[in-house]
């Protein structure tokens, strides 16, 4: 009876800091919402349907190569699974993340590598190593616009816990193949020939990939707020808010998604006083059409992909 109270208790405290949050989005609405609302009806649209399509096309390709990263790591670790499989996986998974909590990305991931044979605790680490060396490429894609805003845009309090995490992140990287190393002397008594890591140069390759989809990232979200007919927008700054917004979202674990917390986050950086309307109205559709790119890739993974506990028609 101990463990399923400690669940119902966890459970309520999950819905309580929920009804928190939304109740903190609803004031924030009803406080600022008339101003915003005026905002968009009083600015002047202008869309650039050539440079939006190319945003789009942009964001879809980005993507389509997120997976990678998570396909080395897993068949670095032993997986056996074909390249198709493991990228299928991810990008079913992937809709794990509008899950209050994100356990069951996390969750998918490791249950379709334990599935395929591999052992239970690696298996588990796969998905948290690759938010490691994602969160750390966010930080990396970052750094250019921290040091060229020198703080400046960076004031806002949403945003430190996303800086931190992301320095951390970068810090703990070259950390990991020696800590393996003592994990393995302390349990086995030696170092086995090839270790289930990337290398020094292998986890640096990732690292610059990661940051350089992020760096995409950032460009798709300049030319979507641009294309709209934004003036004032900052390059260097979508560089640094499309990755730490969505490091912020993931730090807010309750959210689904980080729905309405990347949003934010973005509008903060990136908004003048007078733009902040339009500009988180612009946000929340490349919301919407990321949305619909993640499931349209899950639906096309589905037909290819069985993870654990689908079976075959």
């Known amino acids: 009876m101990g463990p399923l109270k400690d669940r119902k208790w966890l459970k309520w405290l999950t819905r309580l800091v929920l009804a928190i949050l939304v109740a903190l989005a609803v004031w924030v609405i009803?406080?600022?919402g008339e101003n915003w609302l005026s905002q968009?009806?009083?600015?002047?649209?202008?869309?650039?349907w050539i440079i939006l399509a190319g945003s789009v096309m942009l964001l879809g390709l980005s993507y389509y190569y997120i997976p990678l990263g998570w396909i080395i790591l897993s068949m670095k670790a032993g997986s056996l699974a074909e390249r198709k499989e493991l990228r299928s996986a991810w990008f079913m998974s992937q809709l794990g993340r509008y899950i209050p909590g994100k356990v069951w990305l996390f969750a998918g991931r490791a249950a379709f590598l334990k599935s395929r044979g591999m052992t239970g605790y690696r298996a588990t680490s796969i998905p948290f190593l690759?938010?490691?060396?994602?969160?750390?490429?966010?930080?990396?894609?970052?750094?250019?616009?921290?040091v060229l805003?020198?703080?400046?845009a960076f004031s806002n309090p949403a945003l430190k816990g996303a800086l931190v995490a992301a320095g951390t992140s970068i810090l703990l990287i070259p950390l990991l193949?020696?800590?393996?190393?003592?994990?393995?002397?302390?349990?086995?008594?030696?170092?086995?020939?090839?270790l289930p890591l990337p290398d020094f140069k292998g986890s640096l390759l990732l690292l610059l990939f990661f940051a350089c989809l992020w760096w995409v990232r950032g460009l798709t979200l300049y030319l979507w707020i641009t294309g709209f007919g934004m003036s004032g927008i900052d390059l260097s700054i979508c560089f640094a808010a499309a990755p730490l917004s969505w490091l912020a979202g993931y730090i807010v674990f309750l959210v689904p998604g980080g729905i309405g917390i990347r949003e934010a986050v973005?509008?903060?950086?990136v908004a003048m006083p007078d733009q902040t309307g339009p500009i988180l109205a612009v946000i929340a559709g490349q919301r919407l059409i990321l949305s619909i790119i993640e499931v349209?890739?899950?639906?096309?993974?589905?037909?290819g992909t069985r993870l654990p506990g689908r079976r075959k028609a």
């Not at 750390?136 to 921290?146: R, W």
């Not at 805003?149 to 400046?152: K, L, T, V």
């Not at 349209?296 to 037909?303: H, K, Q, T």
Request: hydrophobic share 50%; net charge positive.
């Open 30 to 32: 009803l406080d600022q």
């Open 177 to 194: 193949r020696p800590f393996q190393k003592w994990l393995y002397r302390l349990r086995h008594g030696q170092v086995p020939a090839e």
């Open 130 to 146: 690759e938010l490691l060396f994602t969160a750390a490429g966010a930080g990396l894609a970052a750094l250019p616009a921290i």
């Open 296 to 303: 349209s890739f899950a639906l096309m993974a589905a037909g």
């Open 40 to 48: 968009i009806s009083t600015f002047s649209w202008q869309p650039d």
């Open 266 to 269: 973005v509008t903060a950086m």
């Open 149 to 152: 805003a020198r703080g400046a």
